[in-house]
């Protein structure tokens, strides 16, 4: 399988932890959204990552679309996300606040790399910091020890791992170490993971700087 997309985007690097986590061999083609448009094109035509090209040559595009493709082919005794119930309910509801977290850091990063500082929307902004702000506190009073769920990992784990080494990229400052006491335990504790560290960003897995 090839995985395409760089690691300092959330929605790839949780598929990428979720190959390794299953011991799933694959390869990389770590374009970007930004300086290969056109290779992009002809993988994903609105240029998105990740795209995950699989043994039988299909390309998935989306990463929720791509992790339900891992499970199945998983299978449920392994599956990252449980198959039913309240705990299936339960590790939906924590990875669809990361994600949405995920998407209003990647909102506000955007508005303020494509803008002048003046040009910024203050009102914009203002929406955005609300809304990871709530996003992250949803996320610290669910959180449990020392996995998000229970005493086993599962794919709120990964995903919630993955906003927040995002978060500490972008927006450290959003992250400061004396809040959100259980998120940065939870996230000590998957970066310390074999699947996490093998798919940490290198410094050439960056975005362009504002001109
Ligand atoms: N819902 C998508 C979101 C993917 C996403 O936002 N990818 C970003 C990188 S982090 C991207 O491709 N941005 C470029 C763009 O949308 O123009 C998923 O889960 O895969």
Not at 54 to 74: C, H, N, P, R
Not at 132 to 156: K, N, R
Request: aromatic share 8%; glycine share 4%.
């Amino acid at each position: 399988m090839i995985l395409v997309g760089q690691y300092d985007s959330p929605f790839v690097r949780r598929v990428a932890v979720t190959l390794h986590h299953y011991h799933m061999p694959f390869t990389r083609n770590a374009l970007s959204v930004f300086s290969n448009v056109k290779e992009m094109k002809a993988i994903h035509p609105m240029v998105r990552v990740p795209s995950l090209v699989t043994e039988d040559g299909e390309t998935l595009v989306d990463s929720g679309a791509i992790l339900d493709y891992l499970d199945e082919k998983a299978g449920p005794a392994r599956s990252l996300t449980p198959a039913h119930g309240p705990e299936r309910r339960r590790v939906l509801q924590a990875m669809a606040f990361a994600t949405g977290t995920s998407e209003k850091i990647i909102a506000l990063f955007f508005e303020r790399l494509f803008h002048e500082p003046k040009a910024v929307s203050k009102d914009w902004e203002k929406r955005l910091l609300s809304q990871i702000e709530a996003g992250i506190a949803w996320l610290e009073h669910e959180c449990g020890s020392p996995w998000f769920i229970d005493s086993h990992m599962t794919q709120a784990d990964v995903t919630v791992g993955c906003m927040l080494s995002h978060l500490k990229l972008r927006m450290p400052e959003l992250f400061p170490a004396n809040k959100y006491l259980k998120l940065h335990s939870l996230s000590f504790h998957c970066e310390t993971r074999d699947e996490f560290v093998a798919a940490r960003h290198s410094e050439n897995e960056t975005v362009p700087k504002r001109k």
